[in-house]
Every structure is written in C-alpha cells, then in structure tokens.
C-alpha cells in the first residue's frame, strides 16, 4: 500500500494527540508537514521517503524537537564513559574534545 499525503498527516496527528499535545498545536504541525510532503512530492520524492518509513516516530522526534514532549534519557549502554563526554565532569573541570591532557602536568622533582 502506498502512504499519501493526506494518511501520513492523519497518522502523524494522532500521533500527536496520543502523546497529549494541544490541538492548536497539531494542526499547526499538521500543515508544516503537509506543506514539507508537498515539496518533497515536487522534487520527486515518496511520502514514505521523506518520513523513512515510521511515521509515529517522525512525530514523537518533532514534537521533541519543538520542545513539546521532554527529551527521552539516552539509554545506559549508549551514554560516554571515563573522558569521552564533553560536559563538565564532577569537580567542574571541563573534559576535552579530544587528545587533551585531564591532569596537571607533573610537579618537578625536587
């Protein structure tokens, strides 16, 4: 079966009002991505194409995107570990991006 336009915007918003957005807020959101499957239609595009397949995600990730839903925790395997984060570590110091040193250098020897 081939998604259209109009099946794509219907499952995205009801999508959206699963997850408990304000209606003013999904057709809002409605009409952007109608006019974006529009555009993606005149540059030859499938619907399925632009949403890649799982229109529910699609949603959910707008409606994190715009701020609407809080951000989901990243999953405990995913998350850096030792000095691979860039985020300040528990005494403050900044981490570096990368090949920087974490420790003072060493005290001369006396």
Do not use: K
Not at 7 to 28: F, K, Q, S, V, Y
Not at 57 to 81: C, F, K, M, N, Y
């Amino acid at each position: 079966m081939t998604l259209t336009v109009e099946d794509a915007i219907h499952e995205a918003m009801e999508t959206w009002r699963r997850l408990g957005l304000e209606p003013d807020t999904t057709d809002e959101m409605a009409e952007e991505l109608a006019a974006d499957l529009t555009a993606a239609a005149f540059d030859g595009r499938s619907v399925t194409d632009y949403i890649g397949g799982d229109i529910d995600a699609l949603a959910t990730s707008w409606a994190i995107e715009r701020g609407l839903l809080p951000t989901p925790p990243v999953p405990q395997g995913d998350r850096p570990r030792g000095g691979q984060g860039r985020g300040p570590t528990r005494r403050g110091r900044r981490r570096p991006l990368a090949g920087g040193h974490t420790r003072r250098p060493p005290r001369p020897q006396q």
